[in-house]
């Protein structure tokens, strides 16, 4: 007799487009892992704004590599099965990890992960904060010690550092993580996450509604080294006078623009310059961000949780930019 199959309730989309109505639920067979890979039972996945911009065919023609496409490339859940060469897992153990974000997979009740990109995740560290964590936490920590090159443990020179976006995914773990450095934090983010936002620890908080907010000025008149930009696309004059004399701008949202004027500055020799920023997602990272968890000096703040039955909501909760913090589905 044929073997059956076991199955799962996965979501994915089928075209370019659609928003939340392009999403269909499916049932499909449950992966299987790879030699390397561990299949993990999901109990929390966490939204992107690549995970859509995917679907709005921002990434074309590069993104998705085919379709269907199931988001959602940051789980937390249970080691259910173990390729053969996996060494680090076995069944029943909780971790975290970074889908392929080429695939995604995160949509589902059942995701497969390599074993490099997993990570055990301690009871200090709850399905939803773990999923909340990854892409989010990882580019904050890409952008702060690697391009800013801030040292956590605060020995480093002290550093002006804005953050675009603080009460986002990224710009909450950033401030945090500036924090633990020496930094001043400038940060801007709605009226409504001001209190939010200095709660996380940054030193002066501006509203990006109001027109200082608008022209990123620090209230203490201070140039920033670094900015950390996760809002859309600013013009470099917006930027330019807040810099100091080789004050950067990490871009997390470069386009076309950026391209033209990080080449049209690298071929000026200019001194303060745009630097796009794209990130390498690494489990070793994710094994700081979780030890920082651990021991209390970083947190992931849920901004809304939603079942996998009502994904549509989550989905249309990110395309429409408002979250503080992040949006975590449940299967
Ligand atoms: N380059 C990379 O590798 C990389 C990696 C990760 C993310 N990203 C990109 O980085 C960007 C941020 O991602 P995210 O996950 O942090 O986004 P997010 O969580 O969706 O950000 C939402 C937050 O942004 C705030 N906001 C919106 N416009 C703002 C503005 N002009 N100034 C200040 N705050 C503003 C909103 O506040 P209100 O509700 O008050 O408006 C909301 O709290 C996205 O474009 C994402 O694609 C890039």
Redesign the pocket.
């Known amino acids: 007799m044929a073997e059956v199959k076991p199955t799962m309730h996965a979501v994915w989309f089928e075209r370019y487009g659609g928003g939340p109505a392009g999403l269909k639920h499916v049932n499909i067979p449950v992966p299987v892992p790879k030699k390397d890979e561990v299949l993990i039972k999901i109990e929390a996945a966490s939204i992107?704004?690549?995970d859509w911009?995917v679907q709005e065919g921002q990434l074309k023609p590069f993104l998705p590599r085919k379709f269907p496409q199931i988001p959602a490339n940051d789980v937390a859940g249970e080691v259910v099965k173990v390729g053969p060469a996996v060494k680090k897992f076995k069944p029943g153990n909780k971790v975290i990890a970074i889908l392929n974000c080429l695939v995604g997979g995160g949509f589902a009740e059942f995701a497969v992960a390599k074993e490099c990109q997993t990570v055990a995740r301690p009871p200090e560290v709850p399905a939803p904060e773990g999923a909340g964590l990854i892409?989010?936490g990882l580019?904050a920590l890409q952008a702060v010690t690697q391009v800013a090159g801030v040292k956590l443990d605060g020995s480093g020179p002290l550093k002006n550092i804005l953050v675009?976006?603080?009460?986002?995914?990224?710009?909450h773990h950033a401030v945090q993580l500036l924090k633990l450095g020496n930094t001043h934090v400038t940060a801007?983010?709605?009226a409504?996450?001001i209190d939010f936002v200095k709660s996380l620890g940054a030193d002066e908080v501006l509203d990006?509604r109001t027109p200082e907010g608008a022209a990123l000025r620090s209230p203490s008149g201070k140039k920033y080294d670094y900015v950390i930009h996760?809002?859309?696309e600013f013009p470099w004059s917006v930027f330019e006078p807040n810099l100091s004399a080789r004050g950067r701008v990490i871009e997390?949202?470069?386009g076309l623009k950026t391209a033209m004027i990080y080449a049209f500055q690298k071929l000026t020799f200019s001194k303060k310059l745009l630097v796009p920023?794209?990130?390498s997602p690494k489990g070793e990272n994710l094994e700081i961000l979780v030890k920082l968890v651990k021991e209390g000096k970083l947190k992931t703040v849920i901004d809304s949780k939603y079942p996998l039955s009502k994904v549509e909501d989550a989905w249309a909760k990110?395309i429409g930019?408002?979250?503080?913090g992040?949006i975590i589905v449940e299967p």
Request: charged share 10%.
């Open positions: 992107n704004p690549y911009k892409i989010a580019t675009t976006n603080a009460s986002g995914g990224v710009g801007t983010c709605g409504r996450n990006y996760g809002a859309h997390l949202t470069a920023m794209v990130l990110s930019g408002r979250a503080t992040k």
